[in-house]
């Protein structure tokens, strides 16, 4: 026993991106193959459903594609190539307007420039937003009267430049709602408008907003709900019915769920995370009238749309379609 030496041991995963121990006791599952969109990786980003749900959209981010795709064929369309709109940029997301329209958010790849444009599902009526000009607009939620909040995805830990801002519906003007944030990026209202939430990446914080009838900040009422650890952060995020928070974790190949409060309450694994495959989780959502969620992702076996199901169906409002 003199020459022993107490020696540390690697578990299963450690080398990769193990789960924190504060989260190795949540609920979890993990998620299955839907669609292979490429064999090489690239980051997508957006997903989320028409009406019906019978029509998902994404973006491919490094090819600056705004897709569609078909939920009974697989089929894949790519509906704008943004690089002959904005050449130079890096194409955040899509969401889908109440109208149908397709509203997508982008920016420069300084993150020191960039805007919104939109068009209608079947490729026509490109339009900027002239309010969102110079936004380094990342990802949108909209309200019930067709307003959005909009996440401004600059700033750093040590420069706290990020914000939150807001455009209405006649798209005139923008303020700013919040303030001295590090590269916020996924953005959620509840359906009864009442919290906005917001992940700020950089700092890896779950930001819960309560909101004043006329959409600003409630006096003492924004609370970092839960500080996810490890590299890089938190992505996008999307309710469901509950108010539960699917919230995808780059690039750690896992979507955190929280409840209406913020507690952590489950988590989606992908296939392979331990041996370093299919990390870059970028976005969940869940198709609507269903439990189903969708996530998408890449890593060294190409890039995925996965899917899972949820603790409850989708918010029937989550768009605000009615």
């Known amino acids: 026993m003199e020459n022993y030496i107490p020696t540390l041991n690697y578990k299963h995963g450690d080398r990769c991106v193990p789960i924190p121990y504060s989260e190795r006791e949540l609920q979890s599952v993990v998620a299955k193959p839907f669609v292979k969109v490429s064999d090489k990786q690239s980051d997508l980003e957006g997903v989320c459903f028409d009406k019906t749900g019978r029509t998902m959209y994404f973006v491919n981010c490094p090819e600056n594609h705004v897709c569609s795709l078909n939920m009974e064929t697989k089929q894949i369309k790519v509906l704008c190539e943004v690089n002959k709109y904005a050449p130079g940029t890096w194409i955040a997301s899509v969401k889908v307007h109440k109208d149908g329209r397709l509203f997508v958010p982008y920016f420069t790849l300084d993150h020191k420039d960039g805007g919104i444009f939109f068009i209608n599902p079947d490729r026509s009526g490109f339009t900027q937003v002239e309010a969102a000009k110079g936004l380094v607009a990342d990802d949108i939620s909209f309200d019930s009267k067709g307003g ?131 990390l870059s989780t970028t976005h969940a959502t869940l198709r609507p009238n269903t439990r189903e969620v969708y996530i998408c992702t890449n890593g060294t076996t190409g890039t995925w749309i996965l899917r899972a199901g949820g603790f409850a169906k989708a918010d029937a409002n989550a768009f605000f379609m009615k």
């Open 148 to 278: 959005m909040y909009i996440t401004d995805m600059s700033g750093l830990p040590t420069e706290l430049t990020g914000t939150v801002a807001y455009i209405p519906a006649d798209g005139n003007k923008c303020h700013t709602v919040i303030r001295n944030l590090a590269a916020p990026n996924g953005i959620a209202l509840s359906s009864d408008e009442k919290v906005l939430w917001v992940t700020d990446t950089l700092t890896g914080n779950i930001i819960r907003n309560e909101l004043t009838e006329n959409g600003e900040i409630l006096p003492f009422c924004q609370t970092v709900v839960y500080c996810v650890k490890g590299h890089c952060g938190p992505d996008s995020i999307e309710l469901d019915e509950d108010g539960n928070v699917y919230n995808a974790i780059y690039p750690q190949g896992r979507v955190i769920v929280y409840n209406q409060n913020g507690y952590p309450i489950g988590q989606i694994l992908m296939p392979g995370r331990d041996e370093g495959q299919l």
